[in-house]
């Protein structure tokens, strides 16, 4: 399978790491809107061809897969673009800066039969299954309660504040806390309350959620784009917990069990080495690719719309408006 890469940026150079290091999956093309920095980034990575333009490398009959890598605001019209040009598609999350973008790429990518599936790495790693696998053992008993936060010292990168380019914390680090939520408890929600506190520029620098679930469940999070936290996420239930470090790239999966006044260490799991962690959502399109499907079962279209409608919902209590809707 022949990757082209659109856009050369940070996250750009991460796949291409990735790719490098599996077989049958080929660095294939860089586009940039530079074309010296696609040169410079093909030099770097091995690859075939270095494009100055996006549609350059969209109109290459060679690349099966395009790999969106461009900022939030420019997803849904890159992606319009590669599914129009014929190509199978893995869009960087969030997926889309709303709900109403997100409808009609994947209705497109219905439309023309071909992949399109969203690249939220943490749906597609093995460390999913082996958290399903202790809920559904009862090693917890019922869940109740999930709680998880994400923090970065982000706030200085261009993309994050700006708001043509749809920054802020809720598509870059809230969309992940929101999706270990719902791969826990699931998506029944009776409410959600959220706040934030903005930044000079106006997108959302810090963001709290709490979502009540129809079945009693809670779930409460905290994101931010000033402060490393130690991103953790529990998973609660009426005789244990599960302790998950870094929710982001889990490294460490630990279960709790009460012992009469305290809590004792019943299991720890460390998830398998990996190259990146992005290698999961590759292998899954090339084999939703070798099997006809136009979505992955880690993540499929109905899931993606689903985030995306909880994150309209919260972006409309926090009252922004990106300057492009």
Known sequence: MKVGILGAGGIAGVMAKTIQGLADVENYAIASRDLSKAEAFAKEWG????????????????????????????????????????????????????????????ALAEEKKLLLTEAIWTRYMPSRKIIDDIIASGAIGKVTTVASNLGYKIDMNERMVKPELAGGCLLDLTVY?????????????????ASMVPTQTGVDGQDTVMIEYENGCMASMFTTMYALTDRRGLICGENGFICVQNINNPEKITVYAPDRTQYAVKEE?????????????????????????????????????????????????????YPFE
């Not at 806390?177 to 309350?193: A, P, Q, Y």
Request: aromatic letters at 6%; glycine letters at 4%.
């Open 47 to 106: 690859m075939q061809k270095a494009y100055g333009s996006y549609e350059e490398m969209l109109a290459d009959p060679q690349v099966d897969l395009v790999y969106i890598a461009v900022p939030h605001s420019h997803h849904h019209q890159w992606t319009i673009a590669a599914l129009n040009a014929g190509r199978n598609v893995l869009c960087e999350k969030a997926f889309a800066a709303n709900t109403k973008q997100a409808e009609e790429m994947i």
């Open 177 to 193: 806390t929101l999706n270990f939520s719902s791969m826990v408890l699931g998506d029944s929600i009776k409410r959600i309350e």
């Open 269 to 321: 799991i460390i998830p398998p080495a990996q190259i990146t962690g992005y290698e999961y959502e590759v292998l899954a399109c090339k084999k939703a690719i070798e099997e006809g499907r136009i979505e992955c079962e880690e993540m499929p279209h109905a899931e993606t719309i689903e985030i995306m409608r909880q994150m309209d919902r919260i972006r409309e209590q926090f009252g922004i408006r």
